[in-house]
């Protein structure tokens, strides 16, 4: 339309709001958005209104709440601006949507809860939080407020909804402080590879807690990564990987590399690999980070298992930076043991033959070649 449609002027002159939500809630959500060329008009009409109109057009659009998503988003857009504490029943609608999403692309909507929620000394809940955390991951217009609300003091270690992180969160109040420290060194694992640093203060926080405790407590958390999620989120696929808790699985899946080797956490760790790379339709691999660091783990580890399992990734995945990682510690593995020179390996005695290991690291180099 070229201007403002009769059928939104008529009923905001005459401030029946009833009459207007009706209107919008039926037309549903058009084609180019409420910001695009058609419909731009109407939507910057409905903004200059006055606040009384725009929070009783709020309100009387709640009746419609279920007649598809367009509804909250014109809930966020005619509200912008205005306090929610005029209007706390629309607050807690908006609430309750956003926290059932992946994301919130109006991440400005998100900020006002957080800030109304906190006007009023109210918290803010660890699925608000989540939801924060992850769309301040995507950089979508997120600004530093935004930010500020996810990395503020307080918040859960870890988001809940996928079943290792619930079973943390159930975990965490038993054990010791030294556990939260560990926690949160994990949660700063942004890097493609472990740092000096980074090393050193995990060692640190491993040896503290016990090495052996520390490995078999993290294993059984890391041994329910990948579930399904029991409620899948809005814009996502149940068996996604939070974007924000990757970031900690990784750190702990790395720290598996500084702790006692054990047969059960290299076959943990490799089937890890595989079930991160399990491709999601239409999406890709689920998580080629959590794979990479589960790759990187097995690669820092000793003893055959290990080995094993680099020996049996190799020749099944398909995903070229983790075939990379893979073939780099292979390489790694056949210059120890043979001084460069499979051929020289002796009397060894490992798991894999050292020939399997030569030829492992010879077929990877091919596959690598023809991963596109």
Same mark, same amino acid.
């Given at each position: !339309?070229?201007?403002?449609?009769?059928?939104?002027?008529?009923?905001?002159?005459?401030?029946?709001?009833?009459?207007?939500?009706?209107?919008? +809630?039926?037309?549903?959500?058009?084609?180019?958005? *409420?910001?695009?060329?058609?419909?731009?008009?109407?939507?910057? *009409?409905?903004?200059?209104?006055?606040?009384?109109?725009?929070?009783?057009?709020?309100?009387?659009?709640?009746?419609?709440?279920?007649?598809?998503?367009? %509804?909250?988003?014109? !809930?966020?857009?005619?509200?912008?601006?205005?306090? *929610?504490?005029?209007?706390?029943?629309?607050?807690? *609608? =908006?609430?309750?949507?956003?926290?059932?999403?992946?994301?919130?692309?109006?991440?400005?909507?998100?900020?006002?809860?957080?800030?109304?929620?906190?006007?009023? #000394?109210?918290?803010?809940?660890?699925?608000?939080?989540? %939801?924060?955390?992850?769309?301040?991951?995507?950089?979508?217009?997120? #600004?530093?407020?935004?930010?500020?609300?996810?990395?503020?003091? #307080?918040?859960?270690?870890?988001?809940?909804?996928?079943?290792?992180?619930?079973?943390?969160?159930?975990?965490? &109040?038993?054990?010791?402080?030294?556990?939260?420290?560990?926690? %949160?060194?994990?949660?700063?694992?942004?890097? +493609?590879?472990?740092?000096?640093?980074?090393?050193?203060?995990?060692?640190?926080?491993?040896?503290?807690?016990?090495?052996?405790?520390?490995? /078999?407590?993290?294993?059984?958390?890391?041994?329910?990564?990948?579930?399904?999620?029991?409620?899948?989120?809005?814009?996502?696929?149940?068996?996604?990987?939070?974007?924000?808790?990757?970031?900690?699985? $990784?750190?702990?899946?790395?720290?598996?590399?500084?702790?006692?080797?054990?047969?059960?956490?290299? $076959?943990?760790?490799?089937? =890890?690999?595989?079930?991160?790379?399990?491709?999601?339709?239409?999406?890709?691999?689920?998580? &080629?980070?959590?794979? #990479?660091? +589960?790759?990187?783990?097995?690669?820092?580890?000793?003893?055959? +298992?290990?080995?094993?399992?680099?020996?049996?990734? /190799?020749?099944? %995945?398909?995903?070229?930076?983790?075939?990379?990682?893979?073939?780099?510690?292979?390489?790694? /593995?056949?210059?120890?043991?043979?001084?460069?020179?499979?051929?020289?390996?002796?009397?060894?005695?490992?798991?894999?033959?050292?020939?399997?290991?030569?030829?492992?690291?010879?077929?990877?180099?091919?596959?690598?070649?023809?991963?596109?």
């Amino acid at each position: !339309m070229a201007g403002v449609s009769e059928e939104i002027r008529r009923p905001a002159a005459a401030g029946d709001v009833e009459a207007l939500a009706g209107t919008l +809630a039926r037309r549903g959500l058009p084609a180019g958005g *409420f910001w695009g060329a058609e419909e731009r008009p109407g939507t910057e *009409f409905l903004l200059a209104r006055d606040d009384a109109l725009r929070i009783g057009l709020a309100r009387a659009l709640l009746r419609y709440g279920d007649a598809g998503e367009h %509804v909250a988003t014109l !809930m966020e857009i005619v509200t912008r601006g205005l306090p *929610f504490t005029a209007m706390p029943e629309v607050a807690e *609608f =908006l609430l309750e949507r956003v926290e059932g999403e992946t994301t919130c692309a109006a991440s400005g909507l998100l900020v006002r809860l957080a800030d109304h929620l906190l006007e009023v #000394g109210r918290g803010l809940s660890p699925h608000l939080v989540a %939801v924060i955390r992850r769309t301040s991951m995507t950089g979508w217009w997120t #600004g530093d407020r935004l930010r500020e609300l996810a990395a503020s003091p #307080g918040h859960p270690p870890v988001n809940p909804g996928e079943v290792w992180a619930d079973r943390v969160l159930a975990d965490l &109040p038993g054990l010791g402080g030294r556990w939260g420290g560990l926690l %949160v060194h994990a949660s700063t694992a942004r890097a +493609a590879r472990p740092g000096a640093a980074w090393e050193r203060r995990a060692e640190t926080l491993l040896e503290e807690i016990g090495r052996e405790e520390a490995r /078999r407590r993290v294993t059984n958390w890391i041994g329910l990564a990948g579930r399904p999620r029991p409620l899948p989120l809005r814009g996502g696929h149940p068996e996604d990987f939070d974007s924000y808790n990757a970031v900690t699985l $990784r750190g702990l899946i790395w720290m598996l590399a500084f702790s006692p080797p054990h047969p059960d956490t290299a $076959r943990l760790l490799g089937e =890890l690999v595989e079930t991160a790379l399990r491709e999601i339709p239409g999406a890709g691999p689920r998580s &080629p980070l959590i794979a #990479g660091a +589960a790759a990187y783990a097995l690669s820092r580890m000793d003893g055959e +298992a290990a080995l094993s399992q680099l020996v049996r990734l /190799r020749g099944r %995945v398909t995903h070229t930076r983790t075939l990379k990682t893979l073939g780099a510690a292979l390489d790694a /593995r056949a210059g120890t043991l043979t001084g460069g020179s499979a051929g020289d390996a002796g009397g060894l005695e490992v798991g894999v033959e050292v020939a399997d290991l030569e030829t492992a690291t010879l077929d990877l180099a091919d596959q690598d070649a023809e991963v596109p």
